[in-house]
């Protein structure tokens, strides 16, 4: 048996042990507190990015909802093109820049000219109203679609949204204007006379004997067949939104990113 001196000093050892060390002008609460406050969470002030944030997941999962429901996919339309119009969409919405509610366009040009990319869509009654070709500006680029403008005289498509507007008979016939919406992306369309309109240099026959579609100057020009089709289904204020894969303009779009 250990004598009792013994046993006190081990006793006084062990507390000694177990006790922090403390720096000068530190008592031991700070010690304390210091390790609370290492492990609690900072609260952030930042709501209107959190809602932001959500609102965007919520549509997000709204687009992805109804791109299944609708089955684009088996049209070939890229989930990234409707996801992105279906924002832009809302946003236009929102804001009372869309007369014809439920009609959304979209030319998605990140795939090739041979393939029909234009898509009138009913978002209400989730039908498919047309699906055909559209052609992009001579100076984009060839089959692809690869380079855009929004100046006059460059024979380039300008990407964004756009809100249609009244027809009227021109040197294609039948045709319908488009406002861009975008402000230093494509708002210089009316002054660049980019309108919907029909021609023969688009379509299944022009394809039968050239290897992809014909180019305009810069209009998303469709089959002179399908013209009447489309320009009625869309005329009179829907959403038109022309999608490329661009980072340029996916960074710089305010619908998108407002």
Not at 165 to 192: F, M, P, Q, S
Request: hydrophobic content about 35%; charged content about 25%; proline content about 3%.
């Amino acid at each position: 048996m250990r004598p009792l001196k013994s046993v006190v000093a081990i006793g006084l050892l062990l507390i000694l042990l177990s006790t922090p060390v403390l720096q000068a002008g530190i008592t031991k609460d700070d010690v304390i507190v210091s390790v609370i406050d290492t492990t609690e969470e900072i609260p952030s002030n930042n709501t209107d990015s959190n809602v932001a944030n959500s609102l965007s997941t919520s549509l997000d999962k709204e687009a992805k909802d109804l791109y299944e429901s609708m089955r684009l996919r088996r049209y070939g339309l890229t989930q990234n093109a409707f996801v992105f119009a279906w924002k832009g969409y809302k946003k236009l919405l929102e804001k009372g820049s869309i007369y014809k509610k439920g009609v959304l366009s979209i030319a998605d040009f990140s795939q090739s000219s041979r393939r029909k990319r234009l898509y009138v869509l009913d978002v209400e009654t989730k039908k498919v109203l047309v699906n055909t070709y559209v052609a992009h500006g001579r100076n984009s680029g060839g089959e692809y679609a690869k380079s855009f403008s929004n100046k006059p005289e460059s024979h380039k498509s300008s990407l964004g949204f756009y809100v249609t507007r009244k027809t009227y008979w021109g040197d294609h016939g039948l045709a319908l204007n488009i406002d861009g919406v975008e402000r230093g992306i494509n708002d210089l369309a009316n002054d660049r006379n980019i309108v919907v309109h029909g021609s023969e240099y688009v379509g299944a026959d022009f394809l039968r004997w050239n290897r992809f579609n014909g180019r305009s100057y810069g209009c998303p020009a469709v089959p002179a067949k399908d013209t009447k089709k489309v320009i009625n289904s869309i005329k009179d204020g829907s959403c038109f939104f022309i999608y490329h894969p661009s980072k340029n303009y996916l960074q710089k779009s305010k619908i998108l990113n407002g």
